[in-house]
């Protein structure tokens, strides 16, 4: 799932410093799950810009509203409820329904309430990591299911840096070296041999460096 956290109270109070109206809108996806932008971190959002702007100085209605998700048409067209009513939407959804929004409200001020750090899985209680960068061209077939590009500090494609010690990384101790959990993994699978034979050069063009990715399924266009 994507991973976010909030932005500082303060920096949201200045994105809706000259506004009158404003609707926090929570999602019930993937931030909910982390705590961030469902229904009780926006109603609790609410309230805290509300009390900001007051003690700024500033008079404003805030209100707080929420949508299943906001990365799919087929519920983001339930915010045309919302067309015409307030000048600011806080959105507190990841990077992508702030960008949905934006396209849909074309008009209207949309400002993140979050920041989108990763995609990843719970560790733990009120703990995620880190497990994949959506690099579009997946390896993990070739490495025991773990992924070298979002857990090596270097993404390195070819093994370990040599930097490593006692298989941790070299750039946070605190961290497990990836690729000495993918060869433990192999040899207890019994398929360290396929970690010498040599792999084509990797394709990046599907990383996102070449601007926005699309991806068109066929069989489900109408």
Not at 58 to 85: H, N, T
Request: proline residues 3%; contains cysteine.
């Amino acid at each position: 799932m994507i991973i976010a956290e909030r932005k500082p109270l303060a920096e949201i109070i200045e994105m809706v410093q000259n506004c009158k109206k404003i609707l926090v809108l929570a999602c019930r996806g993937c931030v909910t799950v982390c705590s961030a932008g469902g229904e009780r971190e926006a109603e609790i959002l609410a309230s805290l810009i509300r009390l900001g702007l007051k003690k700024a100085g500033k008079k404003a209605e805030v209100f707080d509203a929420s949508l299943v998700r906001q990365c799919d048409r087929e519920y983001i067209d339930a915010i045309d409820q919302f067309k015409g009513k307030y000048d600011a939407i806080v959105s507190t959804a990841c990077g992508v329904g702030v960008n949905f929004i934006a396209n849909l409200r074309p008009d209207d001020n949309v400002f993140p309430a979050l920041n989108t750090t990763f995609f990843g899985g719970s560790a733990e209680q009120g703990e995620w990591s880190e497990q994949c960068a959506g690099c579009g061209d997946c390896v993990l077939h070739l490495t025991g299911g773990l992924c070298p590009v979002a857990r090596c500090a270097k993404s390195l494609m070819n093994g370990p840096c040599g930097g490593s010690v006692d298989g941790r990384c070299e750039i946070n101790a605190d961290v497990d070296c990836v690729w000495q959990m993918i060869y433990d993994r192999m040899g207890r699978l019994e398929r360290q041999k396929e970690m010498v034979q040599s792999a084509p050069i990797r394709d990046w063009s599907t990383a996102g460096h070449g601007g926005p990715r699309k991806l068109v399924r066929q069989d489900l266009t109408v």
